[in-house]
């Protein structure tokens, strides 16, 4: 079984910056690759950004140049540094986790999510 827990959501004015981290735990052979998602109020959970094991990088266009997501892989921990917050940020943002826990069986494990709320 495979934990992941977030951290690092909290108030920030418009312009600010949070930096969030996702660390996992469990019986984890390999991470595939690492995710971060978002679900504002009243809309559907949207990609943010995610990260292979070999740190290719995808983000959605509303936040490029302005996020930025990592990995550690030694530590199974991934991190997004988030600049130049909106006040359209604003949500609970997910970590999303999917990979092998044997040979056989795999994983695709989510947290419990971590507030960001960025005021005008």
């Known amino acids: 079984q495979v934990q992941v827990v977030e951290s690092g959501g909290g108030l920030v004015e418009s312009g600010g910056s949070l930096r969030l981290s996702c660390a996992a735990s469990g019986s984890i052979l390999r991470i595939y690759a690492m995710g971060w998602y978002r679900q504002a109020q009243g809309k559907q959970r949207e990609l943010v950004a995610t990260?292979?094991?070999?740190?290719?990088?995808n983000y959605a266009d509303s936040v490029k140049g302005r996020f930025t997501i990592s990995r550690d892989n030694a530590k199974n921990t991934m991190y997004l540094q988030m600049n130049s917050l909106k006040p359209e940020d604003t949500a609970p943002y997910y970590c999303n986790l999917r990979g092998a826990i044997s040979i056989l069986r795999t994983f695709d494990s989510w947290g419990q999510g971590t507030q960001v709320t960025v005021s005008s």
């Open positions: 990260i292979t094991t070999d740190g290719l990088t």
